[in-house]
């Protein structure tokens, strides 16, 4: 697990010594900061898990947002990019983390299932209150992200 926000100005980095699916979880260490997750070479993410625990199924994107003191469980596939090196960059500038994948056979092929868990869904006329809750992210004149405010 790592921390973004934790370490200001370098990229945390780790070699790989199979080219595999791998879990990476995930945790916003900052207090206001949101950040968007992506690869460098623009493949898919897939988020398989969050503050609540395992989600219902698989969610592969481009790009994952994640809110202050949130944490993800993703899936990285690296499969067919041994030998290379690929980047987790945050907010597409800042380098969250390096992966240096080995060369090799790719290890593992099993398929994710289409569903991770069941969630029984809370029928809203049941609910003894309903409330909307935002997160917004303010920044100021200078670009800098200010207090989050709900």
Same mark, same amino acid.
């Given at each position: 697990?790592?921390?973004?926000?934790?370490?200001?100005?370098?990229?945390?980095?780790?070699?790989?010594?199979?080219?595999?699916?791998?879990?990476?979880?995930?945790?916003?260490?900052?207090?206001a900061q949101f950040?968007?997750?992506?690869?460098?070479?623009?493949?898919?993410?897939?988020?398989?898990?969050?503050?609540?625990?395992?989600?219902? =199924? /698989?969610? $592969? +994107?481009?790009?994952?947002?994640? =809110?202050?003191?949130?944490?993800?469980?993703?899936?990285?596939?690296?499969?067919?990019?041994? =030998?290379?090196?690929?980047?987790?960059?945050?907010?597409?500038?800042?380098?969250?983390?390096?992966?240096?994948? +080995?060369?090799?056979?790719?290890? =593992?092929? +099993?398929?994710? /299932?289409?569903?991770?868990?069941?969630?029984?869904?809370?029928?809203? $006329?049941?609910?003894?209150?309903?409330?909307?809750?935002?997160?917004?992210?303010?920044? $100021? /004149?200078?670009?800098?992200?200010?207090?989050?405010?709900?």
């Open positions: 697990m790592f921390a973004l926000g934790q370490a200001k100005g370098a990229a945390a980095s780790a070699t790989l010594d199979t080219s595999s699916l791998d879990r990476l979880r995930v945790l916003n260490g900052s207090n950040f968007n997750l992506s690869l460098s070479n623009g493949n898919p993410i897939t988020q398989i898990g969050s503050d609540q625990g395992l989600l219902p =199924g /698989p969610v $592969s +994107a481009k790009s994952i947002s994640h =809110g202050p003191g949130e944490r993800a469980d993703l899936l990285v596939d690296f499969r067919n990019h041994g =030998g290379e090196e690929l980047v987790l960059n945050a907010n597409q500038l800042q380098e969250a983390m390096q992966f240096r994948v +080995a060369r090799g056979a790719p290890q =593992g092929a +099993a398929a994710l /299932p289409a569903k991770l868990r069941l969630i029984s869904r809370i029928v809203e $006329s049941e609910a003894a209150r309903t409330r909307l809750l935002t997160l917004n992210e303010y920044k $100021s /004149p200078k670009g800098e992200s200010m207090r989050v405010r709900t």
